[in-house]
């Protein structure tokens, strides 16, 4: 295999090899922003007949009319029904965690009057109607399910439209399985870009949506790139990361395979271990050695290693706790002895693995928290998607008569400076006197 890079803070070239390392343009492919650009106009303009010709020429499905791709609640209750028990059960303790952690962080509104009878507060609404994007194709995603439906409907969204591709007309269980649990309120088996300009426009059939969220390729990313500002969306996400600070109380077989974990979902991941010990780090590469022979989806990870993978060795604990708060990985594993300690120094990460029995793997399926995190660099201004983002916030004010005239007096005053005659006088009709 081609070898993961070694990097030490000790060496002079550090700094520059580090900042290469992190560095990840997401810059979009001229092709496909025009391809993209063009299957948006055309949605726009043709609506129905335009996504049923692309579901025909991308998908390989025909059908008549848009409906015929709507999935009925009835299939999605009999795909639930078909499934085997064991995955039905993992499906049905997912949901819940998941549902459970995320009631949690629903907003409520407030407000609070002051001395002159004046009212402030917030408003807390749910959106609308949301639309989540399910991938298909190479994989089924019912975790992506889960995690994009189940807030939504937390949150107090009355209508969930879901859209995922069905290529040759096959439709996983799986996936329809986990719309039933989460909720979702309608479901298309429609994909790719025109389903995003679907979603954000609407058509006769799919009605238009206040945000977008959920995961895709290149052609849902640049689609959600260009309809934002019509509709929200969650984030445009950038290859997945893993950066893991270890020492010698875990096992080096765990922390491999937790970089493969990440690696195996494309070429372009990226998976970091770093250690103030050197020999940690030597095991560790050892232990990828041995077992990435037997992995499936060997030549992906090896070209992931290879090419934004890292092994790097620090003097201290202090200076791994500064490189994850520079890296500002989506998912971020403490594998150490005393792990809890270490939380607290953590200001940039996604999602934090606390100690050497919380992998990563498990929080993509069911420990409860969300798992649509950002990436590239992202956690440094972002979180990850949660129940808040159904939500709008609208502030609430109701002066009394006495807040009127001090608050119009202050306000006049500001207006006049800044030479918005209009403004002054409004607040001033309201002054007393």
């Known amino acids: 295999m081609s070898r993961i890079a070694r990097l030490s803070t000790a060496d002079a070239d550090f700094e520059d090899r580090f900042a290469r390392l992190i560095a990840f343009e997401s810059a979009q492919d001229p092709m496909i922003d025009a391809a993209v650009a063009e299957i948006i106009a055309d949605v726009r303009c043709r609506g129905d007949a335009a996504v049923l010709d692309y579901t025909r020429r991308f998908d390989r499905v025909e059908a008549a009319s848009v409906s015929v791709l709507e999935v009925a609640h009835k ?219 037997g992995m499936p989806r060997r030549d992906v990870i090896e070209a992931a290693l290879g090419r934004r993978g890292a092994l790097i060795a620090t003097r201290d604990l202090d200076e791994a706790c500064a490189i994850v708060n520079r890296t500002a990985p989506e998912h971020l594993e403490l594998a150490l002895a005393d792990a809890d300690s270490i939380v607290e120094r953590i200001h940039n990460a996604g999602a934090i693995f606390v100690g050497c029995y919380s992998c990563e793997a498990v929080g993509d399926y069911c420990a409860g928290p969300n798992h649509v995190l950002p990436t590239s660099r992202s956690s440094r201004f972002s979180s990850p998607l949660g129940v808040y983002d159904f939500q709008k916030r609208s502030s609430l004010i109701a002066l009394s008569r006495s807040g009127a005239d001090r608050l119009g007096q202050i306000a006049s005053t500001l207006a006049e400076g800044e030479g918005l005659s209009a403004h002054a006088r409004s607040a001033r009709y309201r002054v007393q006197g």
């Open 75 to 293: 299939d999605l209750a009999a795909a639930l029904a078909r499934v085997p028990r064991t995955q039905r059960d993992a499906l049905e303790h997912a949901a819940e965690r998941i549902r459970g952690y995320h009631e949690r962080q629903r907003l409520e509104s407030w407000c609070f009057t002051e001395a002159d009878g004046t009212r402030l507060g917030q408003r807390i609404t749910a959106l609308a109607r949301a639309g989540v994007y399910v991938p298909g194709g190479k994989a089924a995603y019912p975790s992506t399910v889960l995690m994009n439906v189940i807030p939504a409907k937390v949150a107090g969204v009355p209508e969930v439209v879901m859209t995922v591709p069905t290529p040759g007309g096959e439709r996983n269980d799986l996936v329809f399985a986990a719309a039933a649990l989460a909720g979702a309120d309608r479901v298309f088996a429609v994909g790719g870009a025109q389903a995003v300009a679907a979603l954000a426009y609407g058509t006769e059939t799919i009605p238009a949506v206040d945000k977008i969220v959920g995961p895709g390729n290149a052609y849902v990313a640049a689609a959600k790139r260009r309809v934002f500002g019509v509709v929200g969306i969650d984030m445009v996400a950038g290859p997945s990361e893993i950066l893991v600070v270890c020492d010698a109380h875990c096992d080096p077989d765990w922390i491999a395979m937790d970089l493969f974990a990440q690696a195996e979902h494309d070429e372009m991941a990226q998976a970091i271990a770093v250690s103030s010990d050197a020999a940690v780090l030597d095991r560790i590469e050892q232990a990828i050695e041995r077992l990435l022979p």
